[in-house]
């Protein structure tokens, strides 16, 4: 998978179906053995007559899955759709429809595409509990306190509400800080990010990608409902961005779900100050500023890990889930080691990121009001995150639990990575 992607985490590819392929059918005791769930027995009948629809429908398909207090399941699907996301986008809808009649039905996610099992948010979250470690650290040592948590930019709504440090930080924190406000974005700002996207050479991204990546590349835009004609008119790093993001959407993962967007829209409703760590044009820069050939390279990368998706969005995930942020580095940056122009890439997207961002928040540390500062939770961690940094300039970083408890002052702090920074 692209690791610029990861940054922004944001992650399972849906198997490929031929045309004419069968569906393998899913039944109600495979289904609730996936959700956790006890079958009762006067929920089966109505289920399995839901799940032989869904069996029989064609591909793309997608299922979603939502529990009544009761423990009855429920199901809405879309079958024989243009594009995976669409499948995916219309079953959890239908399931929020469902959901919206019903007061004592809990919340709607993905469970199954096409022929694979969606890992589910409950089996994500398995071992952890309140007093878990949870990535919010609080920063002591400068004129006020500020709050650093790590972000995933693109999630599904399972995760809220989110671990209770969080919001705690939020209240008591004077502004927010993100790496870009997403409920700003002006029209200067959307015509910057066109233009770093856009290609000023068609014959230069065909000469850089060659006749067997855009060979490859066809079935995936196909799949996805990408425009073949942009293709060349497109940066290579954007391309599989694209790509990326479809694949996450056909798991019901969404910006609209993301962190950032949450907290940015609380602040506004609260009249919060918002500040930004970053601008439109240095993001964009750091994806796709990039020689076409390296970009290329990048692009290899996304492909050659679309098989092994599902699995690591479950290492990033579970190393988010439990804080552990050198273990989330370590699997970002993996991708690119090797390589001297990616790991160069790698060094410019992470740790040149980094300083900047380092410099604005030790800049926010001498001032009055207090922050709760979120970013992509890949800036955490590793030699050069900002945790190490800042711990480096002399200030206390302090982690704390789900629970919001202050886990250097608790007598029960678990001892998983990161603990004392």
Known sequence: MNTLYRISLTITLLVVALPGATA????ADQLAAHVGVTLQGENRPELA??????????????LAAATTEQGRLQTTQAVSKRFPAEAATEALSRCERLRSLQTNMGPCELVHADDEWIETTTSLNAGIDEASK??????????????????????????????????AAFKQADRLALELDPTRMEEIDRRMAMQSAL?????????????????????LLLRHGIDPQALLSLKPAIVATQITVAEI????????????LHYAQRAKAGQKVILELETVAEQMQALAGSPLDVQALMLDSTLEQLDSIQPTLGELLRAWLRADADALYTLMMADFKGVKP?????????????????????????????????????????????????????????????????LLRSSTM????????
């Open 134 to 167: 949870a990535p919010v650290w609080r920063i002591e040592g400068g004129k006020n306190t500020l709050w650093l948590a790590g972000s995933v930019h693109v999630l599904k709504r399972p995760f809220y509400p989110l671990p209770k440090a969080f919001d």
């Open 199 to 219: 290609t000023a050479s068609p014959d230069q991204v065909k000469h850089a990608l060659g006749e067997k990546r855009l060979a490859k590349l066809a079935p």
């Open 249 to 260: 959407a056909a798991l019901g993962y969404t910006p609209d779900q993301g962190i950032d």
């Open 24 to 27: 393998i059918p899913v039944s």
């Open 49 to 62: 007559s839901n799940l032989a629809s869904y069996s029989a429908g064609g591909f793309p398909r997608a």
């Open 342 to 406: 990616l790991e160069k890439l790698g060094r410019r997207i992470l740790d040149d990121r980094n300083k900047i961002m380092h410099t604005k928040i030790k800049g926010w540390l001498s001032e009055e009001p207090s922050t709760f500062v979120i970013v992509g939770a890949g800036h955490l961690g590793g030699p050069n995150g900002l945790l190490t940094m800042l711990a480096a300039d002399g200030f206390k970083v302090i982690p704390f639990a789900r629970n919001g408890d202050d």
């Open 414 to 421: 678990p001892r998983n990575n990161m603990q004392t920074r």
